[in-house]
T-cell receptor, first 113, second 116 residues
């Protein structure tokens, strides 16, 4: 079951430009969303989250936007840096207190110096 | 900074053998999880554990799998009779509690299980 989808397996961006990673979900019960970053041979590292009561959450260079009507969220990284090169996973949960996270398949971001 | 630690980093086993994957969650966390990622695929939820019992499990987590918190620090995943398709990266995660920042799950670096 593909409840969380990341349709772009890879993305290349020039250093200093904006990176936009997209995520779509199908389950209308999802109301808590997170982005994780993963380097090779490491576990996923929490990046930023958003609750469905918001449509935007910002943390430094990272901003997550949520469009509930479209069941779509995106992660913006501005400005992109070479150290941002990693696989980014979108995850969703049926509630802010939920247990299970449903992960997308990931988008591999390469930031070109 | 506190982190989730997993051992071993790589486990090789023969089909049909039992394996135990070990995790030490962050010390003040109360909720524990196992996920797996088959090469090239998405991270999949296996099981969640709270208050010394399983709170949720997926279809993947069949009778061949079990979890245990044998003491105050370790959290283990046992696969009784491994199959070739169990080959994957297994991630342990933990979270502090419910709601807000406490709901963020923190992941270990994973154990790569190779079943031959």
């Amino acid at each position: 079951d593909q409840q969380v989808k990341q349709n772009s397996p890879s993305l290349s961006v020039q250093e200093g430009r904006i990176s936009i990673l997209n995520c779509d979900y199908t389950n209308s019960m999802f109301d808590y969303f997170l982005w994780y970053k993963k380097y090779p041979a490491e576990g996923p590292t929490f990046l930023i989250s958003i609750s469905s009561i918001k449509d935007k959450n910002e943390d430094g260079r990272f901003t997550v936007f949520l469009n509930k009507s479209a069941k779509h969220l995106s992660l913006h990284i501005v400005p992109s840096q070479p150290g941002d090169s990693a696989v980014y996973f979108c995850a969703a949960s049926p509630s802010n207190t939920g247990n299970q996270f449903y992960f997308g398949t990931g988008t591999s971001l390469t930031v070109i110096p | 900074e506190p982190e989730v630690t997993q051992t071993p980093s790589h486990q090789v086993t023969q089909m049909g053998q039992e394996v135990i994957l070990r995790c030490v969650p962050i010390s003040n966390h109360l909720y524990f999880y196992w996920y797996r990622q088959i090469l090239g695929q998405k991270v999949e939820f296996l099981v969640s554990f709270y208050n010394n019992e399983i709170s949720e499990k997926s279809e993947i987590f069949d009778d061949q799998f079990s979890v245990e918190r044998p003491d105050g620090s370790n959290f283990t995943l046992k696969i009784r009779s491994t199959k070739l398709e169990d080959s994957a990266m297994y991630f342990c995660a933990s979270k502090e509690g419910q709601g807000g920042a406490k709901n963020i799950q923190y992941f270990g670096a994973g154990t790569r299980l190779s079943v031959l």
